[in-house]
């Protein structure tokens, strides 16, 4: 079975920082390209970053040069480092690759 799971979601204070983690089965992530989402209450789903299998990275405009995007070849592993964080960025956050969605990790930014 295709799955993707998220983790590393939590709450934290205004400027700080978190890393998610995004853990693959049933398929090897550097075959394809990854991006996480994230979706706040009554909003639309929004992209954060994507990364492809030649590890170029690209970035959402309110995330540039706070967030950023990394691979673990040897761990079929993604992560999103989540710096400076504003109370913005709350929301759910989901990894995507091929069609395939995980079932989202929660963060919360607030004092």
């Known amino acids: 079975q295709l799955q993707l799971v998220e983790s590393g979601g939590g709450s934290v204070q205004p400027g700080g920082s978190l890393r998610l983690s995004c853990a693959a089965s049933?398929?090897?992530?550097?075959?394809?390209?990854i991006s996480w989402f994230r979706q706040a209450p009554g909003k639309q789903r929004e992209w954060v970053a994507t990364?492809?299998?030649?590890?170029?990275?690209s970035y959402g405009d309110s995330v540039k040069g706070r967030f950023t995007i990394s691979r673990d070849s040897a761990k079929n592993m993604v992560y999103l480092q989540m710096n400076s964080l504003k109370p913005d960025d709350t929301a759910v956050y989901y990894c995507?690759?091929?069609?395939?969605w995980g079932q989202g990790t929660q963060v919360t930014v607030s004092s």
């Open positions: 995507f690759a091929d069609s395939i």
């Open positions: 049933g398929f090897t992530l550097d075959d394809y390209v």
């Open positions: 990364i492809t299998s030649t590890v170029y990275t």
